[in-house]
C-alpha cells in the first residue's frame, strides 16, 4: 500500500503550544494514534476563537463539521513533551475547505505529525451543508 504524503500550505495563519497530558498516552507510554486528531481540533478551536468567535463550534447561524481527516504519523511524543502546532488553510470551495496542521514535537525537536481536515458548514434547522460564510472566509483570507 503507497502512503500517502500531505502536502503542507505555503504558509500557516495561527500556531499555539499544547503539552502532552497523561490521558493522551496509550499502554506503550506514547502519544495514542486516537489523540493526534483532537490534538489537531484544540488547534482549531483556539484558532476560531482567536478569529473572534465566542463560539468556536456553532457560529456564523451554522455548525462547523468534518466531513474528512487524514493523519500521517511521522514521530512519537510522550507524557510531558511539548507540542507546536501551526495552522494553515487551502481549498476554499464554495462549501468547503481544509485545515492543515503540522505538529512539531519541540521536546524531541521532530516534526511529530500532519494533519488535514475537510470542513463544511452546517445548517441544522435546514439540515443541510450551506456555503463557506462570506465573513468566516474574509477572516481567514486577512490573516494570510
Known amino acids: ?3 500517502k504524503t500531505i502536502t503542507l500550505p505555503d504558509q500557516f495563519l495561527f500556531h ?4 502532552v497530558l497523561y490521558t493522551d498516552v496509550n499502554a506503550a507510554s506514547h502519544l495514542g494514534a486516537d489523540r493526534v486528531l483532537p490534538i489537531a481540533m484544540e488547534a482549531q478551536l483556539r484558532f476560531i476563537k482567536e478569529l473572534g468567535y465566542s ?10 463539521i468534518m466531513a474528512h481527516s487524514e493523519v500521517q ?8 513533551d ?6 494553515g488553510i487551502r ?25 488535514a481536515t475537510t ?3 452546517f445548517d441544522y ?15 481567514c483570507n486577512a490573516r494570510l
Do not use: W
Open 1 to 3: 500500500m503507497s502512503r
Open 16 to 19: 499555539t503550544d499544547y503539552e
Open 55 to 64: 463560539d468556536a463550534v456553532a457560529f456564523e447561524d451554522a455548525g462547523l
Open 73 to 80: 504519523y511521522l514521530s512519537e511524543a510522550r507524557y510531558g
Open 82 to 87: 511539548r507540542l507546536h502546532i501551526e495552522l
Open 91 to 115: 481549498d476554499f470551495d464554495r462549501k468547503s475547505f481544509q485545515f492543515v496542521y503540522r505538529i512539531s514535537n519541540t521536546s524531541r525537536e521532530q516534526e511529530m505529525a500532519r494533519v
Open 119 to 121: 470542513l463544511l458548514f
Open 125 to 139: 434547522e435546514k439540515s443541510c451543508v450551506i456555503p463557506v460564510p462570506d465573513t468566516f472566509r474574509e477572516r
